[in-house]
């Protein structure tokens, strides 16, 4: 990994547990920061923010997970005081007790890998742009039986891009509040749509219109209200 760390007193508050020794960004009593314009690149091991606390993008910057494993107990927060940053998923893991969206436009590319969380989850006004492409979403195991895979506000898109998004409810249900919308930059190219796995149940709430076929290769997608599978 590399994390280029803004000017500034630094503490030591993202650790890299396979022994790549500790990262330092500037510390805030809210959580753990990348600051202005910063790049954090995570190309393998596992990088745990602490326990309880959250990660936080403000001012720009770019989060690439290229491997390994992103493990924030609290939050991913983008964009909830400043301008928001640029999250790509290529592939292994982000777990993250909620992938969360703050003021400012903010955007996620799930190009591949897994992540892992209770919900994306509305903190603030700013538009939220999040391209599911090849990307597995999975409910944390701990959370029991029902979490909630949500958007509640207006201006957080999920495209369904080329390669379309898994569900995987092995051990949980879940429910996608917010529309599974096909990514207009493909123009008339179907997308992939939506593959569901594992024994739970995806309940679908919203109006989706990804173009690609609803695909269950485990367990049962059900429609909160008819036509909400595309």
Same mark, same amino acid.
């Given at each position: 990994?590399?994390?280029?760390?803004?000017?500034?007193?630094?503490?030591?508050?993202?650790?890299?547990?396979?022994?790549?020794?500790?990262?330092?960004?500037?510390?805030?009593?809210?959580?753990?920061?990348?600051?202005?314009?910063?790049?954090?690149?995570?190309?393998?091991?596992?990088?745990?923010?602490?326990?309880?606390?959250?990660?936080?993008?403000?001012?720009?910057?770019?989060?690439?997970?290229?491997?390994?494993?992103?493990?924030?107990?609290?939050?991913?927060?983008?964009?909830?005081?400043?301008?928001?940053?640029?999250?790509?998923?290529?592939?292994?893991?982000?777990?993250?007790?909620?992938?969360?969206?703050?003021?400012?436009?903010?955007?996620?590319?799930?190009?591949?890998?897994?992540?892992?969380?209770?919900?994306?989850?509305?903190?603030?006004?700013?538009?939220?742009?999040?391209?599911?492409?090849?990307?597995?979403?999975?409910?944390?195991?701990?959370?029991?039986?029902?979490?909630?895979?949500?958007?509640?506000?207006?201006?957080?898109?999920?495209?369904?891009?080329?390669?379309?998004?898994?569900?995987?409810?092995?051990?949980?249900?879940?429910?996608?509040?917010?529309?599974?919308?096909?990514?207009?930059?493909?123009? &008339?190219?179907? #997308?992939? %749509?939506? =593959?569901?796995?594992?024994? +739970? $149940?995806? /309940?679908?709430? @919203? &109006?989706?219109? #990804?173009? %690609?076929? =609803?695909?269950?290769?485990? +367990? $049962?997608? /059900?429609?909160? @209200? &008819?036509?909400?599978?595309?």
């Amino acid at each position: 990994y590399n994390l280029q760390t803004a000017t500034g007193t630094t503490t030591n508050v993202l650790t890299d547990s396979s022994g790549g020794g500790v990262l330092t960004t500037i510390y805030t009593s809210t959580g753990q920061r990348v600051q202005p314009g910063n790049i954090l690149n995570l190309k393998g091991g596992t990088l745990n923010a602490g326990t309880g606390t959250s990660g936080e993008f403000n001012n720009g910057g770019t989060l690439t997970v290229a491997g390994g494993i992103l493990n924030v107990p609290q939050e991913l927060l983008n964009g909830f005081d400043n301008a928001g940053a640029v999250v790509n998923l290529n592939s292994g893991v982000i777990t993250a007790g909620s992938i969360s969206f703050g003021n400012a436009a903010c955007t996620y590319h799930f190009n591949g890998g897994t992540v892992q969380c209770s919900s994306f989850k509305d903190r603030g006004t700013g538009a939220a742009n999040l391209f599911f492409n090849g990307v597995t979403v999975q409910p944390l195991v701990q959370l029991g039986s029902n979490p909630l895979m949500y958007a509640l506000a207006a201006g957080q898109t999920y495209w369904i891009s080329t390669n379309g998004v898994t569900f995987n409810l092995t051990k949980n249900n879940g429910t996608m509040m917010g529309a599974l919308t096909h990514d207009t930059t493909l123009g &008339t190219t179907a #997308d992939v %749509g939506v =593959t569901k796995i594992g024994t +739970g $149940t995806l /309940t679908l709430s @919203a &109006t989706n219109t #990804d173009t %690609g076929t =609803t695909t269950v290769s485990g +367990g $049962t997608v /059900t429609e909160a @209200a &008819t036509g909400y599978i595309a």
